[in-house]
DNA sequence: TATGCCGGGAG
DNA sequence: CTCCCGGCATA
């Protein structure tokens, strides 16, 4: 993906976001206001999707919103996939995001989400980009870098998020991105290679090394954040995203309401959201003592406002131990990779050359409705480590859709001869675990994973 | 017979 | 690429 593309597909999209799971029902926070200068990092959408025990594990303290959202959107949606899901991965690795980016058309930013809507819309293919963008803006957000010295605040408050977001990075035609992560003091994430296999990935420049112990800084944005204190003098408040708003309110309940009452028009009373609601607010630390305490710390402020609160990105992984407010970030107990992804760590470092095989896209989360998605295999160190792989693909469920069969019967298919490769010695004892196949059945086909359905090898279910 | 999936297409 | 499927090795 170059460059213009994903401007051009961000271009249309209120919002993109994270999705943990990918099992959609996610709740997405943040929005990407039309003018947000982006320095540092995006307002981007986040939609996480916790698995049920750990919402269970979240529930007391962190985010007591998303936990209602993600709650009360799971029995919506009570898609037993989805449950299903959650029972058979209990222990769904953390790591396991999915990007979510869907225009959004419509209401302002909610309901527009549900993919129904942009049946026949959405040109296929296109969620690919789309995740891929997505990610990026991820990595973005999340990661400090620095912007060109050339694009100071202003700039980028006038130039607007897209240009800003074109200096945050380069791209080299070969198809690999690169920024220079080469930041300072803050201890956010740098920003995780992303490859497709198609041998464009988005990688950090190294700086300089690659061991550079880091502790503190290497942590991929999505790993499981290190346990790190923040500093006391900052103080978590959540921000409104809404267009035009500038509301900053100091817990996410309070600022749901908010949504809700305001941009929502829903009556606070009543309970909470149909579960379609989609809660634009973005966590955002307040240095109380010094609000402009220099630049030496690189947060980027509030955009359209005079805000002089540094916003942080909602990702961020020191926000994410121990702190009442952090975001559901929790780092999931363990982050044992769910059998859903199977992460290899087994490559070479540096993947500059992403190892890609034959590529397909590979198993993608579930997701509610149809939403693209796409993760990103977990863990992955940016330093060194294999990239992540992402990969996307749009489910349908509960759609009609097999049947289709062409009578293609055009060619007389007939093998010639039995010139077949005589299959060289290397027997393959079949796998022992179960299959999409077996697992779903050919009914929920929907449900199998890309391979399964086009007769690939699986990759959900490996052996 | 049912699965799993390679190797070939088609678009 | 993305998506399908014939057909064959397996279980
Ligand atoms: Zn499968």
Same mark, same amino acid.
């Given at each position: 993906?170059?460059?213009?593309?994903?401007?051009?597909?961000?271009?249309?999209?209120?919002?993109?976001?994270?999705?943990?799971?990918?099992?959609?029902?996610?709740?997405?926070?943040?929005?990407?206001?039309?003018?947000?200068?982006?320095?540092?990092?995006?307002?981007?959408?986040?939609?996480?999707?916790?698995?049920?025990?750990?919402?269970?594990?979240?529930?007391?303290?962190?985010?007591?919103?998303?936990?209602?959202?993600?709650?009360?959107?799971?029995?919506?949606?009570?898609?037993?996939?989805?449950?299903?899901?959650?029972?058979?991965?209990?222990?769904?690795?953390?790591?396991?995001?999915?990007?979510?980016?869907?225009?959004?058309?419509?209401?302002?930013?909610?309901?527009?989400?549900?993919?129904?809507?942009?049946?026949?819309?959405?040109?296929?293919?296109?969620?690919? +980009?789309?995740?891929?963008?997505?990610?990026?803006?991820?990595?973005?957000?999340?990661?400090?870098?620095?912007?060109?010295?050339?694009?100071?605040?202003?700039?980028?408050?006038?130039?607007?998020?897209?240009?800003?977001?074109?200096?945050?990075?380069?791209?080299?035609?070969?198809?690999?991105?690169?920024?220079?992560?080469?930041?300072?003091?803050?201890?956010?994430?740098?920003?995780?290679?992303?490859?497709?296999?198609?041998?464009?990935?988005?990688?950090?420049?190294?700086?300089?090394?690659?061991?550079?112990?880091?502790?503190?800084?290497?942590?991929?944005?999505?790993?499981?954040?290190?346990?790190?204190?923040?500093?006391?003098?900052?103080?978590?408040?959540?921000?409104?995203?809404?267009?035009?708003?500038?509301?900053?309110?100091?817990?996410?309940?309070?600022?749901?309401?908010?949504?809700?009452?305001?941009?929502?028009?829903?009556?606070?009373?009543?309970?909470?959201?149909?579960?379609?609601?989609?809660?634009?607010?973005?966590?955002?630390?307040?240095?109380?003592?010094?609000?402009?305490?220099?630049?030496?710390?690189?947060?980027?402020?509030?955009?359209?406002?005079?805000?002089?609160?540094?916003?942080?990105?909602?990702?961020?992984?020191?926000?994410?131990?121990?702190?009442?407010?952090?975001?559901?970030?929790?780092?999931?107990?363990?982050?044992?990779?769910?059998?859903?992804?199977?992460?290899?760590?087994?490559?070479?470092?540096?993947?500059?050359?992403?190892?890609?095989?034959?590529?397909?896209?590979?198993?993608?989360?579930?997701?509610?409705?149809?939403?693209?998605?796409?993760?990103?295999?977990?863990?992955?160190?940016?330093?060194?480590?294999?990239?992540?792989?992402?990969?996307?693909?749009?489910?349908?469920?509960?759609?009609?859709?097999?049947?289709?069969?062409?009578?293609?019967?055009?060619?007389?298919?007939?093998?010639?001869?039995?010139?077949?490769?005589?299959?060289?010695?290397?027997?393959?004892?079949?796998?022992?675990?179960?299959?999409?196949? +077996?697992?779903?059945?050919?009914?929920?086909?929907?449900?199998?994973?890309?391979?399964?359905?086009?007769?690939?090898?699986?990759?959900?279910?490996?052996?």
């Amino acid at each position: 993906m170059d460059h213009n593309t994903l401007l051009d597909l961000i271009r249309d999209y209120p919002s993109i976001g994270v999705e943990r799971e990918g099992m959609g029902g996610g709740v997405a926070l943040g929005r990407k206001p039309d003018s947000f200068p982006l320095s540092g990092h995006l307002p981007i959408g986040v939609t996480y999707l916790l698995p049920e025990n750990t919402l269970n594990e979240t529930e007391t303290k962190p985010n007591e919103c998303m936990r209602q959202c993600n709650e009360s959107r799971q029995r919506r949606l009570k898609k037993q996939r989805f449950i299903h899901t959650l029972t058979e991965q209990p222990e769904a690795t953390p790591n396991q995001f999915a990007l979510v980016g869907l225009p959004e058309r419509g209401r302002e930013g909610v309901k527009a989400r549900n993919m129904r809507e942009y049946e026949g819309v959405r040109p296929s293919g296109h969620a690919d +980009k789309e995740v891929m963008a997505a990610t990026v803006l991820t990595t973005l957000s999340t990661s400090p870098l620095v912007l060109n010295p050339s694009s100071s605040a202003s700039d980028l408050a006038s130039k607007g998020w897209k240009e800003s977001l074109s200096a945050s990075y380069s791209s080299s035609t070969s198809g690999n991105w690169s920024w220079d992560a080469s930041d300072q003091s803050v201890p956010s994430t740098p920003s995780p290679p992303l490859s497709n296999d198609a041998g464009k990935s988005f990688l950090l420049s190294s700086q300089s090394d690659d061991n550079n112990e880091d502790t503190e800084s290497t942590h991929f944005l999505f790993e499981d954040p290190i346990p790190r204190k923040r500093k006391n003098s900052m103080k978590v408040m959540f921000k409104c995203l809404w267009k035009n708003c500038e509301k900053v309110l100091s817990t996410s309940s309070g600022i749901q309401r908010h949504i809700r009452t305001v941009h929502l028009g829903r009556n606070g009373d009543s309970d909470y959201s149909d579960g379609e609601e989609d809660f634009y607010y973005s966590e955002i630390e307040v240095n109380m003592d010094t609000l402009s305490e220099g630049l030496s710390n690189l947060t980027p402020t509030s955009p359209t406002t005079s805000g002089p609160a540094p916003v942080f990105p909602v990702l961020t992984c020191d926000a994410s131990r121990s702190e009442p407010a952090r975001m559901i970030h929790t780092p999931l107990s363990q982050s044992a990779p769910s059998a859903l992804c199977h992460i290899r760590t087994d490559h070479a470092y540096q993947a500059t050359t992403p190892v890609s095989i034959p590529s397909m896209p590979s198993e993608p989360p579930h997701s509610e409705d149809r939403i693209s998605v796409s993760w990103q295999s977990p863990p992955v160190i940016y330093k060194g480590l294999p990239g992540p792989m992402t990969q996307i693909r749009t489910v349908s469920i509960g759609e009609k859709r097999q049947p289709v069969n062409h009578t293609t019967v055009s060619k007389a298919h007939t093998n010639n001869t039995s010139a077949s490769k005589a299959t060289t010695g290397t027997r393959k004892p079949r796998g022992e675990a179960k299959k999409c196949r +077996k697992v779903y059945g050919m009914e929920k086909r929907d449900l199998w994973c890309t391979a399964c359905r086009w007769k690939k090898a699986c990759q959900r279910f490996t052996d």
